[in-house]
């Protein structure tokens, strides 16, 4: 399957700070990027969808301001954590779609994903 | 609010013995796509369905789409220690969003 992958693979920080985490497909052109969050022994929630070049479409709940989405290229989605505070800890997984990536359009690819810890 | 509904939650099994898992769902997907995650790690997506009745092999696993689209099943066949891990099944509401199922975790006895 298409190579997607995330940086970093974890993260420590203090309260207050930002956090960036990055997210590339590697073999492929991916036109919608998707960001996860996911809590110990529970489903991946779906935060957000971005379109290249388009504005992100946030989940209801989701605080857009907090957590701000950038797809400026086809190969390049960043998650930005806001004023990061410890209910913020979790673990973060990006995923890309895009022709070719696939037998179909609709096969979505997940990155490795970044664990953030906020102290 | 949860689409899918996964099960079982959990397996404990005996290597090489076979598994099952299933999913439903009230609503009508066009899609079904199987993926599994390892611990600290994304899921990684295993089979994809697009058909009703579609079944669909890769290697060891089968999965098919359910004629009414609303569900989708995945066996395992001879278990071996990798396959130990969390399975999700996941379907496409609407032309973007995947909804995950709530996983079964599989753990086998060597």
């Known amino acids: 399957g298409a190579v997607v992958s995330q940086h970093p693979s974890w993260v420590i920080c203090k309260s207050g700070t930002s956090v960036k985490i990055e997210c590339r497909s590697l073999d492929f052109q991916a036109t919608t990027m998707f960001w996860y969050r996911q809590f110990p022994k529970q489903s991946l929630m779906l935060m957000a969808t971005?379109?290249?070049?388009?504005?992100?479409?946030?989940e209801q709940g989701v605080e857009k301001d907090k957590f701000l989405i950038n797809h400026a290229s086809l190969t390049l989605s960043t998650l930005t954590v806001t004023s990061a505070h410890p209910e913020d800890s979790s673990f973060y997984i990006c995923?890309?779609?895009?022709?070719?990536?696939?037998?179909?359009?609709?096969?979505?690819?997940f990155g490795p994903g970044t664990r953030l810890t906020v102290l | 609010g949860q689409q899918l509904n996964q099960s079982p939650q959990s397996m404990f099994i005996q290597e090489g013995e076979d598994v099952s898992m299933n999913c439903t769902s009230s609503?009508?997907?066009?899609?079904w796509l199987w993926y599994k995650q390892d611990p600290g790690e994304g899921p990684v997506l295993l089979i994809a369905?697009?058909?009703?009745?579609e079944l669909t092999s890769n290697g060891r696993l089968t999965a098919q789409f359910g004629i009414t689209r609303k569900d989708s099943f995945l066996n395992i066949s001879a278990s071996i220690p990798s396959d130990v891990g969390i399975y999700f099944c996941a379907g496409y509401l609407g032309a973007q969003k995947l909804v995950f199922g709530q996983g079964t975790r599989l753990t086998i006895n060597p």
């Open positions: 369905l697009y058909k009703a009745g």
């Open positions: 609503s009508i997907f066009n899609t």
């Open positions: 995923s890309a779609r895009g022709q070719g990536a696939g037998r179909s359009y609709n096969e979505q690819f």
């Open positions: 971005s379109n290249e070049g388009s504005k992100a479409t946030y």
